[in-house]
């Protein structure tokens, strides 16, 4: 049979997985069926975000040990990678010296982003060596520009370049997106460029990625970054590390050295609140929070009462998810403090414990500060409490402990939530209030990075731009960005030449800047997805991952993967543990058998084709 042609657009991590799954999958086509699958994607395979020449200060946020691209332990995991390719701990740093120097990479290192990239590359290669004679691999160096449908099924995928793709199959994994400039964006742009020749260091980055574009800060300018996540830390960390400064002792006691390069950092966002730090990992590789309380069941059974009573089966996220979530919380909570463990059935949620729950989850209400300073020495003793916290571990730290169960109850949350799972009113509040928290107490930053933030504070080098409720305005008068904070006993104002957004776009298909997404609106091939009038970004899909069009109809031979169905799907960008289910390894599995299935009912409708060679090799063009 003729070799059918699969486009995979994007070859990051989950573009990856998905030629993972084709090559496990291939003994499931029909006999002498072949498949070309043409990768697209301008970097090196496997590694999308995490490319291997990023600076080595920008590091993951997950466990190296947790990491993995073979679930089912075929495989070397993140950690077992480095170890085997003489990767040893310097002082904080990492490098592949191999013999006794450095100490051993631990179970509980974070590693930089671009020693992933080079592991996630491995596994790309290790994939292209190990393909099964029927399938070929063409990577094609470029970047997909369109799709158009050309008729029973098939699309050529058209590249920017100028080839076009003939393609019977599409896989859509093109990870995370940037937005197309907001009117706050062009406001404080035409600022910027209205007044730079008052002020030659005014500078808006409404995006810090690649970080290279953190270059125009000037040396001994001041920046005001808007956030305190992930992103914020690598703002942070290439200000200072990557000019030249560094660090030196550990925990409590270090210290930054500052090479006189760095700008003066002022921090700020909508609530000023800082990313609480990882706690000290002792549930080992695969351990987790079992729940007993905000269950998979659980939400299942509020699903059929809805049903019964509402004749609708969408959930309340407040009113009837969140309880059980609080409930677990409690529950990881008490049996943190408790000398024996506490059976389920004999928990009670107490008015006490609920207090307890709903501080670490909004640590802000009912205080008010009198001023900047008593905000400040508020965000401060905030950040050493949680460090202590988080030293003490994920079982032994109550509050770890709790927060932990976020963590460990993310196929709960994807029950409620996924695919409509909650009314309209309810997503956008989920999406807009509740998300944000757990992102800030659940997923937060290595706790060495909330170290270094204490110790660039204690440096003078970050301090605060303003508290809860500020905002930016352009202050004219002196070209500069001001930070206007309301207090009782009057108003804070913090000037900055440059203003850095320092957070991740979430991916709504009408507000992409990818030429891609913007053409297949345009041709009707995708639709934003949407819970009823609200939109809270991604393409729509079906269960099975094949896109939706504008007419609501699944294409039958299109899926999408990832980032982009951030929306129907909840929480996609979680790389895959050891040893347990992961949704980034179901996706692409659930969606490549739907492909072979395909295939194999095309073959059996229409058998009469010719049979392709089998030499044919992997090509990587330019």
């Given at each position: 049979m003729t070799a059918l042609q699969v486009a995979v657009v994007g070859m990051g991590p989950r573009g990856l997985s998905i030629l993972q799954r084709i090559s496990e999958l291939a003994g499931r086509l029909p006999a002498g069926r072949g498949l070309d699958v043409h990768l697209v994607d301008p970097g090196d395979g496997g590694q999308g975000a995490h490319s291997s020449r990023q600076p080595a200060h920008l590091l993951t946020n997950t466990v190296a040990s947790q990491v993995t691209m073979f679930t089912d332990g075929r495989g070397p995991s993140f950690t077992e990678w480095a170890a085997s390719n003489g990767y040893r701990e310097f002082d904080a740093s990492f490098h592949p010296t191999g013999g006794d120097g450095g100490r051993a990479v631990g179970e509980h290192a974070y590693l930089p982003r671009h020693i992933l990239g080079s592991y996630l590359s491995w596994v790309f290669d290790q994939t292209i060596r190990n393909l099964p004679h029927h399938i070929?691999?063409?990577?094609?160096?470029?970047?997909?520009?369109?799709?158009?449908?050309?008729?029973?099924?098939?699309?050529?995928?058209?590249?920017?370049?100028?080839?076009?793709?003939?393609?019977?199959?599409?896989?859509?994994?093109?990870?995370?997106?940037?937005?197309?400039?907001?009117?706050?964006?062009?406001?404080?742009?035409?600022?910027?460029g209205e007044h730079a020749?008052?002020?030659?260091?005014?500078?808006?980055?409404?995006?810090?990625?690649?970080?290279?574009?953190?270059?125009?800060?000037?040396?001994?300018?001041?920046?005001?970054?808007?956030?305190?996540?992930?992103?914020?830390?690598?703002?942070?960390?290439?200000?200072?590390?990557?000019?030249?400064?560094?660090?030196?002792?550990?925990?409590?006691?270090?210290?930054?050295?500052?090479?006189?390069?760095?700008?003066?950092?002022?921090?700020?966002?909508?609530?000023?609140?800082?990313?609480?730090?990882r706690g000290v990992n002792q549930k080992g590789l695969t351990g987790g929070h079992r729940p007993q309380f905000f269950t998979k069941e659980a939400v299942q059974a509020?699903?059929?009462?809805?049903?019964?009573?509402?004749?609708?089966?969408?959930?309340?996220?407040?009113?009837?998810?969140?309880?059980?979530?609080?409930?677990?919380?409690?529950?990881?909570?008490?049996?943190?403090?408790?000398?024996?463990?506490?059976?389920?059935?004999?928990?009670?949620?107490?008015?006490?414990?609920?207090?307890?729950?709903?501080?670490?989850?909004?640590?802000?209400?009912?205080?008010?500060?009198?001023?900047?300073?008593?905000?400040?020495?508020?965000?401060?003793?905030?950040?050493?409490?949680?460090?202590?916290?988080?030293?003490?571990?994920?079982?032994?730290?109550?509050?770890?402990?709790?927060?932990?169960?976020?963590?460990?109850?993310?196929?709960?949350?994807?029950?409620?939530?996924?695919?409509?799972?909650?009314?309209?009113?309810?997503?956008?509040?989920?999406?807009?209030?509740?998300?944000?928290?757990?992102?800030?107490?659940?997923?937060?930053?290595?706790?060495?990075?909330?170290?270094?933030?204490?110790?660039?504070?204690r440096a003078g080098t970050v301090d605060l731009a303003g508290g809860p409720g500020c905002r930016v305005v352009p202050d004219r008068d002196a070209a500069r960005f001001a930070i206007r904070t309301e207090y009782p006993e009057g108003t804070a104002i913090c000037h900055a030449d440059a203003l850095v957004i320092a957070r991740l776009d979430a991916f709504h298909p009408e507000r992409d800047r990818s030429p891609l997404t913007a053409n297949l609106l345009v041709r009707g091939l995708v639709r934003p997805y949407a819970n009823g009038g609200f939109k809270p970004g991604g393409l729509d899909i079906d269960e099975r991952g094949r896109l939706i069009t504008a007419a609501g109809e699944p294409l039958r031979t299109a899926w999408a993967v990832g980032y982009p169905a951030e929306g129907p799907r909840f929480y996609t960008h979680a790389l895959p543990r050891h040893g347990m289910t992961s949704q980034f390894t179901t996706d692409a599995d659930v969606s490549v058998r739907d492909m072979i299935a395909h295939i194999r009912h095309r073959d059996e409708v229409n058998p009469k084709e010719t049979y392709a060679s089998s030499d044919r090799k992997p090509v990587s063009l330019p």
């Open positions: 070929r691999v063409v990577h094609h160096r470029d970047r997909a520009v369109d799709i158009e449908a050309r008729g029973g099924g098939a699309f050529a995928v058209h590249l920017a370049k100028g080839v076009a793709l003939p393609s019977d199959y599409v896989f859509l994994a093109t990870g995370h997106c940037e937005r197309i400039a907001t009117d706050e964006d062009r406001g404080y742009e035409e600022f910027a020749h008052r002020n030659p260091q005014l500078v808006y980055c409404p995006n810090p990625y690649p970080v290279d574009r953190l270059q125009e800060i000037a040396p001994g300018s001041s920046v005001a970054v808007q956030g305190f996540g992930l992103t914020a830390h690598d703002v942070i960390s290439e200000l200072t590390v990557g000019r030249g400064g560094r660090f030196r002792g550990t925990g409590a006691e270090m210290e930054y050295l500052p090479s006189g390069r760095e700008p003066q950092i002022h921090l700020f966002s909508r609530r000023c609140l800082p990313f609480a730090a509020l699903r059929e009462a809805a049903s019964r009573h509402r004749k609708d089966p969408r959930l309340d996220f407040e009113e009837e998810v969140l309880p059980l979530l609080l409930k677990e919380m409690g529950y990881a909570y008490r049996s943190a403090q408790a000398p024996d463990s506490i059976p389920p059935e004999e928990y009670e949620f107490t008015p006490a414990d609920r207090r307890v729950v709903e501080e670490i989850i909004d640590p802000l209400h009912g205080r008010e500060f009198k001023d900047q300073d008593a905000f400040t020495k508020f965000f401060l003793d905030y950040v050493e409490s949680d460090l202590t916290h988080a030293g003490l571990g994920n079982l032994t730290s109550p509050v770890k402990a709790a927060t932990d169960v976020i963590r460990d109850t993310r196929a709960s949350l994807r029950e409620a939530v996924e695919f409509s799972g909650l009314t309209p009113g309810s997503h956008r509040t989920f999406n807009s209030t509740y998300v944000p928290v757990m992102n800030r107490v659940s997923f937060g930053p290595p706790r060495h990075r909330n170290h270094q933030l204490l110790a660039l504070f």
